[in-house]
T-cell receptor
């Protein structure tokens, strides 16, 4: 049982480049999330998708876009990367919106030079 | 925006010692969760406490939710090297525009030396 799978695990970008972080879950969960984790700041919610076909902004959405491709997949796109977006990005899923248990992927470590 | 202050940020102890990690807020949360995260992995849920004053035990780990549901603590008895990791608390927002969302503390990096 893979759970939540994120790709890639590592990425280095130059300022202004674009990229998409991929996330897939195999638990048939309705809700999916994107967080970023920075030293000394815990995890902050970027965007979430309560169910297939819906997306909503979280705490720090600026500079990001998301797509809920289907029930399994939720991608995060950086259109023009900035050094401030250097972070570790986590995708998570839960059975219900902000349900009691969120399952996290292993993360994508992104550096923007 | 609700805030959760977690302390201490770093904790380095010897095997067998006891320790306590605290999460404090001026806001009320409907529930409080504790996660453990190992290097290169995502957070994994340890426990959820829901009722003010609730105490839950998980082997050598004891979790407590404050009576007013504004604070929580994690106590580890006789720490072992396998307890090493990043511990995160997360409060479920009880109202306002962020209702239901999780607010995470900054995390405590625990190192237990053999």
């Amino acid at each position: 049982n893979a759970g939540v799978t994120q790709t890639p695990k590592f990425q280095v970008l130059k300022t202004g480049q674009s990229m998409t972080l991929q996330c897939a879950q195999d638990m048939n969960h309705n809700s999916m999330y994107w967080y970023r984790q920075d030293p000394g700041m815990g995890l902050r919610l970027i965007y979430y998708s309560a169910s297939e076909g819906t997306t909503d902004k979280g705490e720090v959405p600026n500079g990001y876009n998301v797509s809920r491709l289907n029930k399994r997949e939720f991608s995060l796109r950086l259109e023009s990367a900035a050094p401030s977006q250097t972070s570790v990005y986590f995708c998570a899923s839960s059975e219900t919106t902000f349900g009691n248990i969120q399952y996290f992927g292993a993360g994508t470590r992104l550096s923007v030079l | 925006t609700q805030l959760l202050e977690q302390s201490p940020q770093f904790l380095s102890i010897q095997e067998g010692e006891n320790l306590t990690v605290y999460c404090n807020s001026s806001s009320v949360f409907s529930s409080l969760q504790w996660y453990r995260q190992e290097p290169g992995e995502g957070p994994v849920l340890l426990v959820t406490v829901v009722t003010g004053g609730e105490v839950k035990k998980l082997k050598r780990l004891t979790f407590q939710f404050g009576d007013a549901r504004k604070d929580s603590s994690l106590h580890i008895t006789a720490a072992q090297p396998g307890d090493t990791g990043l511990y995160l608390c997360a409060g479920r927002n009880a109202g306002g525009t962020s209702y239901g969302k999780l607010t995470f503390g900054q995390g405590t990096i625990l190192t237990v030396h053999p």
